[in-house]
């Protein structure tokens, strides 16, 4: 990656000079103001730091250009170099680019230490557009606590009676060092800025995961209060209410236990509720109290399908009341009885199925809705926004219930 | 203590929405709905009078916002009853709205619709006294 060219004239590189030059008197005084200043700045205002530094630069070395330029690389190629906070002629040039195998910047992190050249767009045509003579250029590379270079500080003289000497050197390579601490400043900043962000969020979703949370058990209470409340105003005796309650309390628990395994992990709710594990949950008393039975007798089939949280409660309660049905006068009741439960999806609506053969025989059409009746009705077509069908017939109960997908996965 | 006022449930939980609806129905007072959506609530509304509502905030289609300010405009005396807080719109406007929390027994707030009744009737009187007063002769 030699920055030097076959045809460079024998005068562009004239490092040697700065050492030869009889250094002007340094003005301690004045570049101790101007550090003091400069880190005061970093404190109030850090986006200030380089311009200003830059401004510093060409006024302590008496230039009438300079910059910052910091190296981008740019796999598989050699990379570039970028013009930060240019100053004096070059002020307009600020964002540009040069290549990090064609410029004086280049030349700089080649040889890892200050240089000097003379008349440069003899070589780098670029540097020609600033339309003034650039007599001579100093450049010290620029450090952030890398052995590697980020960039290099620069100061031009568009004079020809002024000339840099060892002391511009020595002033420039300190700014620079400066330059590369403000740097780093600004980069850790970014950093911590960052990382406070991901905490704001981190506690942020943590926060609306607890208000979910106490939402949802607010719900649940009054849910279970209205629960309570019905099933007394319904139930004959207290035997019977409390076998009511208790069914309808173990559904709403079991149906809130398939949502709560999908609570966890990076505050993300994840819904594993599906169809298939509602229907199984529901089923499960009566599976594990008719021993003696075939299990076939409790049939559920049909694409699987998640279900959101909102409609899982009131499915849920609708299943377990069609079940409790079952047990207590349907296909469930005698030994030999069948429920199948089936279902599909048709133009963006679940259809299920709910079918009891082989029960103990329905007489008539019941007449008048139970309470249990009302509240299906209820919960499909006023909370899912479906459809209920029944068909009674002497040797067969049959359900059809058609919910809209978009309530069932809200 | 309703005294034949029907009220419009709006509740798309259904043991929340029945046992609201029977509470109603004890206290005397004549039940529209329950509605669990507002499209159900906006139907219900074109076919029925009512006189006082209860609204859930958060429904099966959409928030409650529309059934809200259809009502408080008309002047019907409103109580939301949520586990939510009132959407942010609904507050602004109607700031001295009554909020009641899940779970509150529902006869509590059927005293509050009483009360809220109570002040209309009081404010409708008032209102025709000094419509009366105006138009008194000189």
Redesign the interface.
Known sequence: MAASLPNEPHDLLITDELHHRIAHKADYQREKLAIQDLARQMAEQPDQVLPRLVHLAMELCGGQSAGISLYEAQPPGPGIFRWHHLAGRYANFSGGTVPRDFSPSGVCFDVDHPILMARPERVYDFLSEAGVPNYEVLLVPLYAGQPDPLGTLWVISHDEAIHFDSGDARVTTELAAFAGLALKMIQDASVLRASEERLNLALHQQEMLTREMS?RV??L???A???V??SA?SAATAQDMAKTLLGRLNALARAHDLVLRGLHANGQIIREATLTRLLEAIFQPHTDLARTGDPKRIVISGPDLVIGE?AL??LA?VLHELATNAAKYGALSIGQGLVHVTWQIEADNLLLRWEERKGPGIEKTPTGEG?GS??VR??I?????GELDYIWKPERFSAFISIPME?LS? | MLNQISVLIVE????????LA?AVEEAGGKVIG????V??ALMLIEQHLVQAAILDVSL??RDVTPIAELLIEGGIPVIFYS??ALPVALRERYPSASIY???TP?VQLLHKLVALMRTRKVETVLRGARLATSRSPK
């Open positions: 939402h607010k719900n209470f009054a849910i209060i209205g629960m409340s019905i105003k909102r409660t009131s309660l309470f009302i509240l209820r919960s077509v006023g909370q899912l926004g309530r809200s | 798309n939980e259904p043991f929340i929405a029945l046992d029977t329950p509605a669990g959506s499209r159900e099966s289609d586990g939510l929390n899940k779970p529902p």
